[in-house]
C-alpha cells in the first residue's frame, strides 16, 4: 500500500493552536458508514449519535510535563531536556537540543538546584543529581505540546491539554479524542445508557515517528505500554455477547482493544491487570474484531494515526470526510475537533 494514498493539503490556519474555550465546544463530524452519509453538530450533542446502549472505552492515561528547559553551565545556552524513559531512579532516556552541541558529563542546569549530565550519547542517557526527578515535574516541567502547535506552553495547557478523567501518568502526548469530553457530558451519557470504561496506553514519543517506507506495510511501528483491568474486560465481553456496540474514543483505545483481541487475551481474564506493550499497526484491509465505532480527532498526513482512520471508515469516504472538513472549515490536530465514525 502507497505512503502517497494518505497524503492530503491543509492550510496552515486550520491547525488548531489552541483548545476550544469550552471542552464539548468543539465541532462534531459524524459519518455513517453503512449509509455513507456525513453530517455536522458540535460535541455536546456526541450523545444523540451514538450507537443505543453503547460502551464508551476511553484511554485514562496522564500526560507527563516532560519537557525540561535550562542553559549549559559552560556558556549558559539554552538547552531542552524531553524525558521520555525512566533508566533507574537517577537516569533517564531523552531527546536533547541542542544535542550535537552538548558535552558528556557537562552539567544541563535547570530550576530549583537541578542538573543533568549527559552519560551516553549513542543511548542519550541522562543522569540527574537528585533521585526520581518526575516528582519534580509538575513545579519544573512542560507540557510536551506536539511540535505543530507552533508556540511555547502556557498555563491553559496544564488543564486543557489533559482529559477529565486522566488517572496514571505515563504519556507524552493527549490521547486527544478525550479532550472533547466535560463531567456533565460523560454524566449525560450515562444516563442515556451507555456505559464508559477506561483502559490506559502511555503514549510515547514514537507517536510521532513520521513514515518514511513508501510501501507502508515496511514501516517499523513503534511500541507501547498498556493495562487494562480484569473489570473492564468483563464489560466489554458482556457488551459484545449481548449485542451492544462497543466504541473507542481515541485511536489509542482502539489500538490496545484490538492488539488484546489479537493475541487471544480476551478470553480467560477474569482477575487482576492484563499488562503488556503493543505495536500494533492499523491500516486498510485490517479485520476490526472489537471496536464498533470510533471517536477520534482529525490526524496528520501520512500518519500511522490516519491510516487506522482510513482503515475503520473506509479509504474513499475518509478522503471524501477529510476534504469536507477542509471545505468547512474544521480545526485539525490535537486541540483540533472532532469526528464521530459510527
Known amino acids: 500500500m502507497n505512503l502517497r494514498d494518505f497524503d492530503y493539503k491543509i492550510p496552515q490556519e ?33 450523545e444523540e449519535y451514538l450507537p443505543k446502549r453503547s460502551m464508551l472505552v476511553v484511554n485514562d492515561s496522564k500526560v507527563v510535563p516532560a519537557r525540561l528547559l535550562g ?5 549558559g545556552s539554552p538547552v531542552e531536556v524531553f524525558l521520555l524513559k525512566k533508566v533507574d531512579d537517577y537516569s533517564y ?7 550535537k552541541k552538548i558535552k558528556m558529563d557537562e552539567r ?26 518526575v516528582r519534580k515535574l509538575n513545579e ?20 486543557m491539554y489533559q482529559t477529565v478523567y486522566a488517572r496514571p501518568a505515563g504519556s507524552v502526548a493527549a490521547p486527544t479524542a478525550g479532550l472533547h469530553f466535560t463531567k456533565p457530558l460523560l454524566t ?23 513514515v518514511e517506507t513508501e510501501d507502508i506495510t515496511k514501516h517499523p511501528m513503534h511500541w507501547e505500554d498498556y493495562s487494562i483491568s480484569s473489570r473492564t474486560l468483563l464489560k466489554i465481553q458482556k457488551a459484545k455477547a449481548s449485542g451492544r456496540k462497543v466504541v473507542a474514543v481515541g485511536t489509542t483505545s482502539c489500538r490496545v482493544l484490538e492488539a488484546v483481541a489479537q493475541n487471544g487475551q480476551l478470553q480467560g481474564m477474569l482477575q487482576g491487570m492484563l499488562q503488556g506493550s503493543t505495536n500494533i499497526f492499523i491500516y ?3 479485520s476490526f474484531t472489537m471496536i464498533d465505532a470510533l471517536i477520534t480527532n482529525f490526524h496528520l498526513p501520512l500518519s500511522t494515526l490516519l491510516m487506522l482512520v482510513y482503515a475503520f471508515g473506509g479509504m474513499d469516504l475518509m478522503k471524501y470526510a477529510y476534504a469536507e472538513a477542509v471545505r468547512e472549515k474544521y480545526r485539525f490536530y490535537s486541540y483540533g475537533d472532532a469526528m464521530l465514525i459510527i
Open 140 to 159: 519544573i516541567g512542560h507540557m510536551p505540546l506536539p511540535p505543530y502547535i507552533r508556540r511555547s506552553d502556557e498555563k491553559i495547557d496544564r488543564t
Open 188 to 210: 449525560n451519557i450515562k444516563k442515556a445508557g451507555h456505559t464508559i470504561a477506561s483502559l490506559t496506553l502511555h503514549i510515547n514519543y514514537g507517536t510521532f515517528k513520521p
Open 284 to 286: 486498510p484491509g485490517f
Open 14 to 46: 486550520l491547525i488548531a493552536q489552541y483548545p476550544s474555550a469550552k471542552r464539548d465546544a468543539a465541532r462534531l463530524m459524524v459519518i455513517d458508514r453503512a449509509r455513507q452519509l456525513i453530517c455536522h453538530d458540535i460535541f455536546q450533542n456526541v
Open 108 to 133: 544541563l542546569i535547570f530550576a530549583d538546584g537541578i542538573y543533568a549530565q549527559l552519560k551516553d550519547f549513542e543511548q542519550r542517557i541522562v543522569r540527574f543529581n537528585k533521585k526520581n526527578i
Open 71 to 75: 542553559h549549559r553551565e559552560k556558556n
Open 93 to 99: 532516556q531523552a531527546l536533547l537540543r541542542p544535542l
